[in-house]
């Protein structure tokens, strides 16, 4: 039953990357003139793509609401919380896709953080803040369930398997998006498909719900849809006084910002540095989710059998560093680029194996749902602001003639591993002196 549990929920997550990435390799299309590219081409610049791409995390970090979705996932349940999730997912889709489909001429309109931009950038944002509010809930809705399962059995390798097929999601979207949305007739195309597989994953969801329902009256277990474990406002203190929370959040917040937004401009990085035909650039990102598709489980394998969890993050965050400042540095051999690559699929694999299951050591069930929420908010900033922050960038850094120096935006992601290396070390320093047990095994 927890197998099938894992495969519901973790289909439903592999979809929802897949629209996550889905617009990544059509940047050239975004940023195209209006009707270059055999018509394609929507006009926006690298300041409006960078923009678009930080608003998945708009409404999760000022608005709060990854915060108060952890809330409501410890006080009303998993199923009640999986539900809501996916329906932002599946609306806030919708609306991107409208956006993207309609022209809206020259119109502009003032958007945070960005000033004036195209109201086909502000809308296709705006769909995409929804549903990043609905994706970042989903993601710590699907952990809580995977814990409610695992506890005591092989918790990191499901964690591992879930984020192995989210990963199949992203290298679907890196890989096919590029190629479906030129063979169908533009940028639509893909987002359509994206909302699509959304509606697919909240059916899932809600077969989720049948079966945890049952299992729940069968076991007479109480922990899902009633106020979970206890939870009580007044043990949110316990929460955020807790040194080691604080380590794995922070660690989370440096090592994705060397890694998502890296992701949405890694495809023209190829082109401008490395050379790549535009119609294969795609396909060297993307085999970093392929590689994570067999080691997170893999490196999860170890963790649950063998231990050395604040080890393995240490590992996977220097090789962040390394790979980034390779990418820094003046190498322009496409042999480079994708070995570089795959050592960042190894680092892929290794810190998120290690990290998500790491929690439940250090923050009990009744607040779990809570603290994933608070780990995603922060991470959130980085996924809203790295993203606008390198946008900007590139645009300072593109010369007369469209050509884009990278060394300044890959310095800066070399600098979120070397941060990530100092934190991994503390928080091995803190296991050791709390006893959490992040180097010792998850099976009992």
Not at 65 to 87: Q, V, Y
Not at 257 to 262: I, L, S
Not at 301 to 319: E, Q
Request: proline share 4%; glycine share 12%; charged share 10%.
């Amino acid at each position: 039953m927890r197998w099938t549990a894992l495969i519901i929920v973790s289909v439903t997550m592999m979809f929802g990357y897949f629209f996550t990435d889905v617009m990544s390799p059509l940047e050239p299309l975004l940023t195209a003139a209006k009707g270059a590219e055999g018509g394609m081409g929507l006009g926006w610049n690298s300041s409006e793509y960078g923009w678009f791409s930080g608003a998945y995390g708009l409404m999760n970090v000022y608005l709060l609401l990854l915060f108060f979705g952890g809330i409501i996932l410890d006080k009303f349940g998993i199923r009640f919380t999986g539900l809501l999730s996916t329906a932002l997912m599946f609306g806030g889709a919708l609306i991107k896709y409208w956006a993207v489909s309609k022209d809206f001429g020259d119109t502009t309109i003032w958007v945070p953080f960005g000033g004036d931009v195209q109201a086909q950038v502000a809308y296709a944002g705006l769909g995409f803040a929804i549903y990043g509010v609905g994706c970042e809930i989903a993601g710590i809705t699907v952990s809580k369930v995977i814990v409610k399962w695992f506890t005591g059995h092989e918790l990191a390798l499901a964690m591992g398997l879930q984020v192995a097929l989210a990963r199949i999601g992203t290298a679907a979207a890196l890989g096919a998006s590029l190629p479906i949305a030129k063979a169908m007739g533009g940028v639509s195309a893909s987002v359509g498909l994206g909302a699509a597989c959304l509606c697919i994953g909240m059916i899932s969801f809600i077969v989720y719900n049948v079966m945890d329902k049952k299992e729940d009256a069968a076991s007479q277990n109480t922990d899902s849809e009633k106020s979970e474990d206890g939870f009580k406002f007044g043990d949110l203190g316990m929460l955020f006084t807790n040194r080691g929370f604080w380590y794995i959040t922070l660690l989370c917040l440096m090592f994705y910002a060397g890694v998502f937004p890296f992701l949405k401009f890694a495809t023209k990085l190829m082109v401008f540095k490395y050379g790549v035909d535009p119609e294969l650039a795609g396909l060297i990102p993307a085999m970093l989710p392929f590689g994570t598709i067999f080691l997170t489980p893999f490196f999860g394998g170890i963790y649950d059998n063998k231990g050395h969890g604040a080890t393995l993050m240490i590992i996977g965050s220097v090789l962040l560093c390394l790979v980034h400042t390779i990418f820094a540095l003046p190498l322009h051999s496409v042999v480079v680029a994708i070995a570089v690559m795959v050592v960042l699929g190894v680092a892929f694999g290794l810190v998120p194996s290690a990290m998500w299951p790491s929690v439940p050591h250090i923050i009990p069930m009744k607040l779990l749902g809570t603290a994933y929420a608070v780990i995603f908010y922060i991470q959130n900033i980085g996924l809203s602001m790295v993203p606008m922050w390198i946008g900007a960038v590139n645009d300072k850094n593109t010369s007369a003639d469209g050509v884009i120096d990278y060394t300044e935006s890959m310095t800066i992601f070399a600098g979120f591993g070397l941060v990530a290396i100092l934190i991994a070390i503390l928080l091995r320093i803190e296991d050791k002196k709390k006893g959490y047990g992040l180097e010792k095994p998850n099976i009992k």
